[in-house]
């Protein structure tokens, strides 16, 4: 436990002690300290809240004038447009949580790492995965260059996974060499599906596919059947 004296998230998941260079935590490992196991936790930052700034005659440079008419006052400054992070009741935060949680709803398969938990706080989203004896592609390509045979095999098994997803109706658009991992017994395992499918809400896209033929849609909330 002395390893894990960081943050907690959740009430849950102990992270370790950052090093001082490190301002933002994208990926590290974790204590659950409800299962006694390592895993893994990835942050997505949440985009804050924009307010828009309406600019009177005083936020108007010289030569120009306010639609009310008012009158510009040299050296005074307009107040500067409000902001904040988003909470996980905000719209957008829940269309992300969901979205992940979604992808991470996909049948475990041994080329796909499984996802524990999706939850926001803080201002980021974070997601729990298993942890991976595993390497990134990029980390390993980092120190020698794959033969044709080893990048064929690591080809096989991405296809592979994609293979599994888009027969679940999943489109994976987030894809790189840090998204696929070169396990220490030789598997390669694909990963970043719920992450970019949260990535892809906040975007203001829906990244979840539709039910399948045959299958009915979800049931509505009780508030939106008409007459209810």
Same mark, same amino acid.
């Given at each position: 436990?002395?390893?894990?004296?960081?943050?907690?998230?959740?009430?849950?998941?102990?992270?370790?002690?950052?090093?001082?260079?490190?301002?933002?935590?994208?990926?590290?490992?974790?204590?659950?300290?409800?299962? !006694?196991?390592?895993?893994?936790?990835?942050?997505?930052?949440?985009?804050?809240?924009?307010?828009?700034?309406?600019?009177?005659?005083?936020?108007?440079?010289? !030569?120009?004038?306010?639609?009310?008419?008012?009158?510009?006052?040299?050296?005074?400054?307009?107040?500067?447009?409000?902001?904040?992070?988003?909470?996980?009741?905000?719209?957008?935060?829940?269309?992300?949580?969901?979205?992940?949680?979604?992808?991470?709803?996909?049948?475990?398969?041994?080329?796909?790492?499984?996802?524990?938990?999706?939850?926001?706080?803080?201002?980021?989203?974070?997601?729990?995965?298993?942890?991976?004896?595993?390497?990134?592609?990029?980390?390993?390509?980092?120190?020698?260059?794959?033969?044709?045979?080893?990048?064929?095999?690591?080809? /096989?098994?991405?296809?592979?996974?994609?293979?599994?997803?888009? /027969?679940?109706?999943?489109?994976?658009?987030?894809?790189?060499?840090?998204?696929?991992?070169?396990?220490?017994?030789?598997?390669?395992?694909?990963?970043?599906?719920?992450?970019?499918?949260?990535?892809?809400?906040?975007?203001?896209?829906?990244?979840?596919?539709?039910?399948?033929?045959?299958?009915?849609?979800?049931?509505?909330?009780?508030?939106?059947?008409?007459?209810?």
């Amino acid at each position: 436990m002395d390893d894990y004296a960081g943050r907690v998230l959740a009430d849950r998941y102990r992270l370790p002690l950052p090093p001082s260079d490190e301002y933002e935590l994208t990926e590290t490992r974790a204590f659950d300290t409800y299962s !006694g196991q390592e895993v893994l936790v990835r942050q997505v930052p949440l985009p804050e809240v924009v307010e828009a700034e309406v600019l009177d005659a005083d936020g108007l440079p010289d !030569g120009f004038t306010a639609r009310d008419g008012g009158v510009r006052h040299p050296g005074r400054r307009p107040p500067a447009a409000g902001g904040g992070p988003r909470r996980p009741a905000d719209p957008v935060v829940r269309r992300a949580v969901e979205a992940a949680q979604a992808a991470a709803a996909v049948p475990d398969h041994p080329r796909l790492d499984q996802v524990f938990d999706v939850f926001a706080e803080g201002g980021s989203l974070w997601i729990v995965s298993e942890l991976v004896a595993a390497r990134p592609l990029a980390a390993l390509l980092t120190e020698q260059t794959l033969t044709p045979y080893r990048a064929a095999e690591v080809a /096989s098994d991405v296809l592979l996974a994609l293979r599994v997803l888009h /027969s679940y109706g999943w489109v994976h658009r987030n894809i790189t060499a840090r998204t696929v991992l070169v396990c220490d017994d030789g598997r390669v395992m694909l990963t970043g599906l719920a992450v970019g499918a949260a990535e892809e809400a906040l975007c203001g896209y829906d990244p979840v596919p539709p039910p399948p033929d045959g299958e009915p849609d979800a049931a509505p909330e009780p508030d939106a059947i008409p007459g209810a």
